[in-house]
């Protein structure tokens, strides 16, 4: 019967702060409950099945379909950051056992599969998404 004493005191203290830190604690709550409910980000299983399908046809035997996909799908971000290149996600792939021709091939139908857009990019001369070399503006 201690724990009910000790809730009353937390109601207590917490009544006693201003609306600020109420509003506060209320909305870490909610945020904290709709993280813990949210529904994980789903890949599209078309892409995933045409990136194996890819894969298969360029022969490139990389083990488990869903580790395959993985990385397939980390290589896109890994583009998207400041200073990513294709030459580091090469190396990622590289890393998973692949020689280096079919680590590149892979990482070039990762990005046609998973990231067109930034294909459609390179293919248009927008080169505004990828990281810039420094030193040569407009490259």
């Known amino acids: 019967m201690k724990a009910l004493p000790r ?4 109601i207590w203290l917490f009544r006693h702060q201003p609306l600020t830190v109420r509003l506060l604690a209320a909305a870490a709550c909610l945020l904290t409950a709709a993280a813990a409910f949210a529904a994980p980000a ?11 399908d890819a894969l298969n046809h360029a022969g490139i035997d990389f083990g488990e379909p869903g580790n395959a996909m993985s990385v397939g799908q980390s290589i896109c971000p890994m583009l998207a950051q400041p200073g990513g290149n294709f030459a580091a996600a090469v190396q990622r792939v ?3 056992g692949l020689s280096p021709g079919m680590a590149k ?3 070039t139908i990762a990005i046609q599969m998973y990231c067109p857009s930034m294909m459609t990019n390179i293919a248009n001369g927008n080169l505004s998404g990828l990281p810039q070399i420094p030193g040569m503006p407009g490259i």
């Open 7 to 10: 809730t009353h005191h937390w």
């Open 94 to 96: 590289r890393g998973s």
């Open 105 to 107: 091939m892979f990482t």
């Open 42 to 52: 789903e890949a599209d299983p078309a892409a995933d099945d045409n990136f194996i």
